[in-house]
């Protein structure tokens, strides 16, 4: 360490040389100390650059406090160390901290603290920044801001902004198309994200992997699958198919769009000791409800030697929660615990689903009490349980501890919530709550799912007038369920009048759907109209409309290894 003796050596060992560890920031940190480096600028932003690399910023702020001279590669390390921490939020208070302190921004500290906007999703901080931005200069000018500036707008989910803030910049790369990309396979808008990976072409830019990555996670329902195949065809055609994270990519997508035959194919390509395309395979076969399947692949993964992760787990118990196979659950729990993964929270929501699902409330609800942190996942897995099981009281408790705990709730959340009240006949509750949702600037407004369970609400205790006024003042065209939830409950008070009314306009809306002729049926037979009933039944047969018969499973069980 003797060419460290100068200021400017033991910078030059601190960036070059010295690889980021905990242990190494600290003997470092006394070394500076030692050879009076403390109140130099550089030899202190070295030592504050290599806390930040070593992810202690606890340290890290602390020596950024002591130093008595701060440049702006100073407040841009510590920004850039925040960015990357478990709170984000840290690097827009320094941020400001910086500005008021009058030192001009630098254009990596612009790109760290849109960073940290992009991981909390806080797109008004993100919106000032890119205001500061343009006074500043850095933008649009520089292609490392704008393409920060793209990536943090897409992940506020205002794709709109993200796509303005493209077309206005100087120079664009392949990491700037890619980020934009990737905000439209989030917003789930696969024709917008292939119509931009053509222009990208056309502008030179040639897609990467993460470029086709993105592009392919946009495909995720049955009508996606043409275009996920075409999409396909020019990742064979650049030579990626075979890269591990694009393969794991095409998986996901052939499963998401129910096509067995083309996740088959890509199956057997799959090597034994390749993790993050076996984890993708297991989530694909859970995606496509081949539980069996799915339990040997996890066997075959672990006798093959290939490492299991999170990811692995996860998908295995939601494979679990949607058969009958208890017992397998809990075999896998114990692999879970015996891996160490039973703190990762979404491990832990896994756990509280799979209980759930098979009717372990109490077993739920006591790995929900042991998450240290949990987030809205969390809440809900625990509150679909209690709802799936007639728990509509304990429904409203654990909703009632999110507020107090300022938790805030997803369309999920309150579709449990109404459905719950509904179930259990807490008429009061689900409209205060249906009311809380659309006046108290929770969401930006009910849904199609959401009036259905008013309805059912509404319906179930026999508000059927309140109900069918409701159908008719909402601001969004009602749907078939809407239609369904009122003429079950018409059904079941015996109100003729308004099911004829509402299955003929089910029936217009939706010609051939079967549960409005057969709802229609039996409320003709419950009013003792037989002959209208039978009626009814003819016309169906006439369509050549056939009701849709119930079925149910029992899975064999299966030895975990």
């Keep these: 360490m003797r060419h460290a003796r100068t200021p400017r050596g033991f910078v030059q ?27 130099n600028v550089f030899a202190g932003t070295a030592l504050l650059n290599l806390y930040c690399r070593s992810r ?20 841009s390390s510590l920004i850039y160390g925040h960015a990357r921490s478990c709170e984000p939020g840290l690097a827009v208070e320094a941020f400001g901290r910086m500005a008021r302190a009058g030192v001009s921004p630098t254009a990596s500290a612009m790109s760290s603290v849109m960073v940290a906007c992009a991981r909390t999703e806080d797109a008004g901080a993100g919106a000032m920044l890119h205001g500061v931005a343009l006074k500043c200069g850095v933008f649009p000018s520089s292609v490392v801001v704008g393409t920060v500036l793209v990536d943090m707008y897409a992940k506020c989910h205002d794709v709109s902004a993200a796509q303005r803030v493209l077309e206005e910049m100087e120079e664009k790369n392949v990491a700037t198309f890619t980020a934009l990309v990737s905000g439209f396979a989030l917003a789930r808008k696969p024709l917008d994200t292939m119509v931009l990976v053509r222009e990208m072409q056309r502008s030179e830019v040639a897609p990467n992997m993460m470029t086709y990555s993105s592009l392919l996670s946009s495909f995720a329902r049955p009508e996606d699958l043409d275009h996920g195949r075409q999409a396909h065809c020019a990742v064979v055609k650049k030579g990626l198919e075979h ?26 390509a799959v090597s034994c000791q390749d993790q993050v395309s076996l984890n993708s395979v297991i989530s694909g076969l859970s995606s496509l409800g081949r539980g069996d399947e799915t339990f040997h692949q996890f066997m075959e993964m672990r006798r093959n030697g290939a490492d299991t992760d999170m990811f692995t787990f996860a998908s295995m118990l ?16 114990a692999l ?66 999110m507020r107090r705990l300022n938790v805030q709730p997803d369309n999920t959340t309150f579709l449990m919530l109404l459905t719950a009240c509904s179930h259990v006949g807490l008429v009061d509750k689900g409209l205060e709550y249906f009311n809380l949702m659309k006046t108290d600037g929770f969401l930006a407004g009910a849904r199609q799912e959401h009036y259905a369970c008013i309805v059912d609400l509404l319906g179930r205790a026999g508000h059927l007038q309140e ?37 003929t306009r089910l029936i217009e809306l939706y010609p051939r759907d079967s549960s409005a002729h057969v709802q229609l049926s039996k409320a003709f037979a419950g009013d003792g109209h037989w002959g209208s009933a039978a009626v009814v039944r003819e016309t169906m047969a006439g369509k050549g409309i056939v009701k849709n018969p119930a079925w149910s499973c029992v899975e064999d069980q299966m030895q975990v290894a």
């Design 243 to 268: 890269n591990q994270y694009v393969l794991s990519t095409l998986l996901t997508m052939y499963s998401k769009c129910g096509s067995l035959e083309d996740f088959r194919k890509l199956q057997t």
């Design 336 to 401: 879970i615990l015996k891996g160490g993964h039973d703190s990762n929270v979404n491990v832990q929501n896994g756990l509280i689903s799979m209980y759930a699902r098979h009717g372990e409330i109490g077993e739920s609800s006591d790995i929900f009490a042991s998450v240290r942190a949990p987030d809205l996942v969390s809440w809900n897995s625990l509150m679909s349980g209690y709802a799936q099981h007639g728990y509509g009281q304990e429904v409203v408790e654990v909703f009632e501890q």
């Design 56 to 75: 202690c910023l606890r340290q890290a702020q602390k020596l950024f406090d002591e130093m008595p001279e701060k440049s702006g590669v100073t407040w």
């Design 318 to 333: 939601k494979s679990i929660g949607n058969s009958s196979s208890l017992l397998e659950g809990r075999q896998v729990h």
């Design 467 to 503: 109900a069918e006024s409701l159908v008719h003042d909402m601001p969004i065209e009602p749907g078939v369920s809407v239609y369904r939830a009122l003429l079950s409950a018409c059904q079941i008070h015996g109100n003729l009048e308004i099911a004829i009314r509402v299955s």
């Design 13 to 39: 060992l601190l960036t070059a040389e010295v690889p980021p560890s905990p242990s190494a920031a600290g003997l470092f940190h006394a070394v500076s100390t030692k050879l009076g480096f403390a109140a």
